[in-house]
Antibody, heavy 116, light 112 residues
Framework: QVQLQQWGAGLLKPSETLSLTCGVY????????WTWIRQSPGKGLEWIGD???????KYNPSLRSRVTISVDTSRRQFSLELTSVTAADTAIYYC??????????WGQGTLVTVSS | DIVLTHTPLSLSVTPGQPASISCKSS???????????LYWYLQKPGQSPQILLY???NRFSGVSDRFSGSGSGTDFTLKISRVEAEDVGVYYC?????????FGQGTKVDIK
């Protein structure tokens, strides 16, 4: 059974960088695409991108210019960075484990608020 | 991007009665490998989404057999045979065919 625990800053000012990390407990770290998804009232659930244990990444084109997802296999962690945030980036951010195409396991979610 | 559209957007159901949710895709979700990458999730109040069905009709481990899925191409349906109080929340479909993977806007189910 895979469990995900995420952490990071919940309050940012416009233009700052969002940074979240997700720890993976249990399961095979190399068997999943480690994924970030966000949820906002305006846009619903939005797939941000994912990273494989090799470091290979895929990003949502709408966010690609501002997003970096990285992986640390030794610590069984993966991270999200989103630069130049605005109020439109206010959302609950989830980390997730995807064995194929869709998330089977989700973190608890982190509310990130962007406000001056 | 592929757009997924739920019908209805909200549903109020008497316990023990069936419920049905439709998800229509802006393009076929059938991959050249023969698989259809359509998934169903339930987000209970205050919780993260949880997977119910994968590839249209396959129940995830531990999911009640009251949940079933059907459909092909662009039209898909989630059915709950007998709604229980624990089934309340928002149901989402997700497509994993092409990037970026996209979710429907959701159907909110509550109990009468």
């Amino acid at each position: 059974q895979v469990q995900l625990q995420q952490w990071g800053a919940g309050l940012l000012k416009p233009s700052e960088t969002l940074s979240l990390t997700c720890g993976v407990y249990g399961g095979s770290f190399s068997a999943f695409y480690w994924t970030w998804i966000r949820q906002s009232p305006g846009k619903g659930l939005e797939w941000i991108g994912d990273v494989f244990h090799t470091g290979s990444t895929k990003y949502n084109p709408s966010l690609r210019s501002r997003v970096t997802i990285s992986v640390d296999t030794s610590r069984r962690q993966f991270s999200l960075e989103l630069t130049s945030v605005t109020a439109a980036d206010t959302a609950i951010y989830y980390c997730a484990g995807v064995p194929g195409k869709a998330p089977d396991y989700w973190g608890q979610g982190t509310l990130v608020t962007v406000s001056s | 991007d592929i757009v997924l559209t739920h019908t209805p957007l909200s549903l109020s159901v008497t316990p023990g009665q069936p419920a049905s949710i439709s998800c229509k895709s802006s393009q076929s979700l059938l991959h050249s490998d023969g698989r259809t990458y359509l998934y169903w999730y339930l987000q209970k109040p205050g919780q993260s989404p949880q997977i119910l069905l994968y590839e249209v009709s396959n129940r995830f481990s531990g999911v009640s057999d009251r949940f079933s899925g059907s459909g092909s191409g662009t039209d898909f349906t989630l059915k709950i045979s007998r709604v229980e109080a624990e089934d309340v929340g928002v149901y989402y479909c997700l497509q994993g065919l092409s990037l970026p993977y996209t979710f429907g806007q959701g159907t909110k189910v509550d109990i009468k």
